[in-house]
């Protein structure tokens, strides 16, 4: 392991982002970042001096960030890149930029402007004449475009010949034919491996780490806007891939061509309530950002990104139809980013259709083969109709190209639960908390199935997870995806979600002393909204598995639901006799309480919850919820406010802070 400070530009973090997916992920380097272009904090210049490798960027002025002097360690060079040459205008923002809180750099910052438009504005020129004088313009009669392609690219060499590169031969070799920068200094996705591929060298890291960075970069890391050529200089340069239609991307606003764009620059157009209301999707103010997403969409209506946000905002107030028509706008206007194709298959899987579920998640991974969110969604409906040969065959492929990606091994986890290979499953989990040390989800699991296995649950595996060749030697061929016999993937493989459930019935009736398979038939029958059988299924379980709280907490929930009360309090309280230490299984005991009309009951068993468990946030928010029931206003919001100390970064607790406050302003009990 190596303490590893990165010091430049956005270009250097990018290649950061890279190193520690790829490379750190395996050898458990630990990597900072360093702006080179802001004066040196103490944290930062007590960073350089402990690191035992710093990178530095070689820029054609000196850096603000001064780090001579600071470490002794081997110093890596990586170049500055750039295909300045393409916007020979470029530098220079609009002079009247707009910045604001949720967009710092503004509309028209550096990397977004034009310094010729910026004098014929300076000069007094009427936006329209300015436009029509800048689209006509023969920029070669204003600038040596050969020349300053010499310029460009005997620096760009200098750079490279100095730090070790080869990255000028990349870019003359390619930018007529391809798009190689999206703006003066952010490469597209060639020239960013080509720059990684060379600095991973100069550290040292495998052929296998280069080769899996490679094939999983299909998409640029770096900022997905871009800064429109001129015609002028396309025709100069015979850019073969520009035209007269090319359309470029602005901001989250959607593409626009040349002569649109310049339209625009000339009167400093922008959509601030687009921009607002994407930045607003991450805090709990939900009617707000609805309200300036609409408004955004109603003056951009080809915003992918825009729709893409009002998806999320619709969604997390369960709008579900709404929310699947706005992920279908957001897919039609950006069809190859594969995210959004991932969003709008979950919707339609949650929504039990299968065939659209997938045929989604399969595009989002045709546009990007390493979309892990995809693979998982994927395996996970491919799972829901009992094809579960397909699901292993699906995992363990993103695993061959993603072999440290722990939702992965999460998912291969789980389809070796599902197919009652705990031992395995355990051994997945594992490599989890490898991975992801923290994840608390990984680690309950991994011992409740340790446990119940017979195997010891105490700390997993701190090795390096394995590589994908070697993850391929614990799962399952697509013949032999369960061991156990008749297990349902031994059936063969089922098109139909009744197929699975007929094959998770005998698969459970062969294995009388299995609960995980009666567990996953209870599963199988909610998910088609056959609750009674699915309760009935969780109680065979529970005989099976009676010292385990979380068999008892299935049973209640589901018993819950079909509102029988008083069996899912009995469910709840014997998973509370069974882990009277646990949280999680109190408050929902609380919540059938106080349905039943039994609040003073409930209350006390939400403060228990928190007793027991007081670093739970989840325990002191349904606390504030059962105490806002019986009127305790001021009780509630203390309550809340503690959650939001153990989890801030929980919207839902912020928004139930925000509530009670006006309540409480408001008068009401």
């Given amino acids: 392991m190596r303490r590893i400070v990165m010091i430049g530009n956005c270009q250097v973090s990018s290649m950061m982002t890279l190193y520690k997916r790829f490379v750190a992920v395996r050898t458990g380097d630990v990597v900072d970042y360093v702006a080179s272009y802001a004066d040196l904090d103490a944290a930062a210049k007590e960073r350089i001096r402990n690191a035992d490798v710093v990178v530095e960027q070689l820029l054609d002025l000196k850096p603000a960030a001064e780090s001579e002097g600071l470490s002794d360690a ?14 020979p205008f470029a530098g220079q923002e609009h002079p009247k930029n707009e910045r604001t809180g949720f967009l710092p750099s503004g509309p028209y910052g550096a990397e ?70 999206l703006t003066p200094y952010h490469p597209h ?3 960013a491996r080509v720059l990684a591929e060379q600095l991973f060298r100069q550290l040292g890291a495998s052929r296998a780490d280069i080769e899996r960075m490679r094939n999983a970069t299909l998409v640029t890391p770096f900022p997905k806007e871009e800064l429109p050529i001129h015609p002028a200089v396309a025709r100069h340069f015979d850019l073969q891939w520009v035209g007269p239609q090319t359309s470029y991307r602005l901001l989250n606003e959607g593409r626009f061509t040349f002569p649109e764009f310049v339209a625009r620059y000339v009167r400093v157009a922008w959509n601030p309530a687009l921009e607002e209301g994407i930045v607003a999707t991450r805090t709990p103010r939900l009617p707000e950002a609805e309200a300036l997403l609409r408004q955004g969409l109603a003056q951009s209506p080809r915003s992918g990104a825009g729709w893409n946000a009002l998806r999320s905002v619709l969604l997390r107030q369960g709008r579900v139809e709404e929310a699947l028509q706005a992920g279908r706008r957001a897919v039609m206007l950006e069809p190859d980013l594969a995210p959004y194709r991932s969003e709008l298959g979950s919707l339609h899987r949650d929504a039990g259709r299968w065939a659209e579920a997938e045929a989604e998640f399969r595009r989002a991974l045709l546009v990007n083969p390493s979309e892990t969110r995809a693979i998982v969604l994927l395996a996970h409906v491919l799972k829901d109709q009992g094809r579960l040969d397909e699901a292993f065959a699906t995992v363990m492929q993103g695993l061959e190209g993603e072999p440290y990606a722990a939702n992965l091994h999460r998912t291969l986890a789980h389809l070796f639960e599902a197919t009652g290979q705990i031992a395995e499953a355990v051994a997945a989990l594992d490599r989890v908390l490898a991975l992801t040390p923290d994840d608390p989800g990984a680690r309950a699991r991994r011992d409740e199935l340790a446990k119940h296995a017979g195997k010891s649950a105490g700390p997993p595996s701190t090795a390096t997870p394995p590589a994908a060749s070697r993850s391929s030697a614990s799962a399952p061929s697509p013949q032999q995806a369960a061991a156990s016999p008749g297990s349902p993937a031994t059936q063969g493989p089922p098109s139909q979600p009744e197929d699975g459930i007929q094959q998770l019935r005998r698969a459970t009736d062969a294995d009388p002393a299995n609960p995980h398979l009666a567990h996953e038939l209870s599963a199988a029958l909610q998910r088609e909204g056959r609750l009674p059988e699915a309760l009935a299924a969780a109680r065979l379980a529970a005989t099976r598995d009676p010292r385990n709280p979380f068999r008892q907490e299935r049973i209640g929930h589901l018993a819950s639901r079909l509102g029988d009360l008083a069996a899912a309090e009995q469910a709840f309280r014997a998973a509370v006799e069974i882990a009277p230490h646990k949280a999680n299984f109190r408050t929902p005991l609380s919540d059938v309480l106080i349905r039943q009309g039994r609040l003073p009951e409930g209350v006390a068993e939400a403060r ?62």
Avoid: C
Avoid at 74 to 87: E, H, K, S
Avoid at 128 to 154: H, P, S
Avoid at 642 to 663: C, F, K, N, V
């Fill in 74 to 87: 081997p110093r890596v060079r990586i170049p500055m890149v750039t295909a300045a040459f393409l916007w």
């Fill in 189 to 191: 996705a060639r020239i």
């Fill in 112 to 181: 977004a402007s034009d310094g010729y438009l910026n004098r014929l504005l300076q000069q007094g020129l009427d936006p329209d004449e300015a436009a029509a004088a800048y689209l006509a313009l023969d920029v070669g009669q204003k600038v040596n475009l050969d020349r300053l392609y010499e310029l460009v690219m005997d620096r760009q060499r200098s750079r490279d010949e100095a730090a070790g590169y080869r990255i000028a031969d990349s870019i003359a070799r390619h930018f007529r034919s391809e798009p190689i920068f």
């Fill in 608 to 669: 228990r919850a928190t007793e027991v468990d007081p670093g739970n946030p989840k325990a002191f928010g349904f606390l504030a919820h059962a105490l806002t029931l019986a009127g305790e206003i001021e009780a509630a919001e203390a309550a809340v406010s503690t959650a939001i100390g153990l989890d801030p970064r929980d919207e839902a607790l912020a928004a139930q802070l925000a509530a009670l406050r006006q309540r409480r302003a408001r008068g009401e009990r």
